[in-house]
């Protein structure tokens, strides 16, 4: 399911009036991948809601903290300030393919990304970005200084190279 498909979905499950509902529609073709945001500061939606919509409609599991700790994934297997700006963190390894858990399982970018980086599988559980935040806090703290300069070569490489995806065609 793409971004646009979601929102569809996500909005026709709103008790809101066809009008407010048409004007959502076009405020989250302007927002994009911020439009959870705007649900949430009007009262339309919690994080945990969103969370339980990803879990529905795209039939991802959830992301549970305490399963982070059963199989544990080296930690510079990703950078951190990629962890960060993304929502994303790992959680699992085996058999070649990455567990990792994302605020915004529709970023398409990220996923393709630490697929790239890892050379492994990439496969999603969904969490809230408190949860995210926080599990990435706990494994990681501070960032390694090996990766530093990953991210900025990454960032001019994204700069540089294909367009950013808006995240209405992921």
């Known amino acids: 399911m793409n971004r646009r498909s979601f929102i569809e979905t996500l ?15 076009v ?13 949430f500061s009007r ?7 969103l969370r339980r919509a990803y879990e529905t409609l795209l039939s991802l599991p959830s992301f549970r903290r305490d399963a982070a700790e059963v199989r544990p994934v080296p930690p510079d297997i990703l950078p ?15 058999d070649g393919t990455l567990v990792v858990a994302m605020a915004d399982p529709l970023d398409v970018d990220a996923r ?21 935040r ?7 703290g501070e960032a390694p200084r090996r990766w530093s300069g990953w991210s900025s070569r990454w960032a001019r490489k994204e700069g540089n190279g294909r367009k950013a995806t808006s995240g209405w065609s992921g």
């Open 43 to 49: 009262g339309l939606l919690t994080p945990e809601g």
């Open 112 to 132: 393709e990304a630490i697929a790239k980086v890892t050379g492994r599988r990439v496969a999603v559980q969904v969490g809230t970005e408190e949860e995210i």
């Open 80 to 94: 951190l300030p990629f962890l960060r700006a993304r929502m994303v963190v790992p959680v699992s390894l085996s």
């Open 27 to 39: 405020l989250a073709c302007s927002e994009r991948t911020a439009f959870p945001k705007t649900l």
């Open 134 to 140: 926080e599990a990435i806090e706990k494994a990681y």
């Open 11 to 25: 909005l026709s499950s709103l008790s809101l009036p066809a009008a407010e509902q048409e004007a959502l529609r």
